[in-house]
């Protein structure tokens, strides 16, 4: 299996913006869906975005449709977020993860995580 490590979060006031990042290692991360998702405290874990394994393909939750941007670059084994427009609402836990299933918003289906990074909006 691929290795996740992200990296990237931080403190950011609302309407700012943030790029977070994924590293993956392994030679076959290019075979791998890549997504995205976060959790609050409190909450479960939530679907953000994915991105098919030639990178062609993106997929988003609406509630961060048009706000964000996920992009993949497979010759250097990395996954990013753009995060533009952010507001206390985006403030969690964003954590990547491989999957080698077609683009899904399950958690299920997902077979690599990573540790996650904490991104943090104030108002």
């Known amino acids: 299996q691929v290795q996740l490590v992200e990296s990237g979060g931080g403190l950011v006031q609302a309407g700012g913006s943030l790029r977070v990042s994924c590293a993956a290692s392994g030679r076959t991360f290019s075979v791998y869906t890549m997504g995205w998702f976060r959790q609050a405290p409190g909450k479960e874990r939530e679907f953000v975005s994915a991105?098919?394994?030639?990178?062609?393909?993106?997929y988003y939750a609406d509630y961060v449709k048009g706000r964000c941007t996920m992009s993949r670059d497979n010759a250097k084994n990395t996954v990013q977020l753009q995060m533009n427009s952010l507001n206390p609402g985006d403030t969690a836990v964003y954590s990547c993860?491989?999957?080698?299933?077609?683009?899904?918003?399950?958690?299920?289906?997902?077979?690599?995580w990573g540790q996650g990074t904490q991104v943090t909006v104030s108002s």
């Open positions: 993860a491989a999957s080698i299933r077609i683009m899904s918003t399950r958690p299920l289906h997902y077979i690599s």
């Open positions: 991105i098919n394994w030639r990178g062609g393909n993106t």
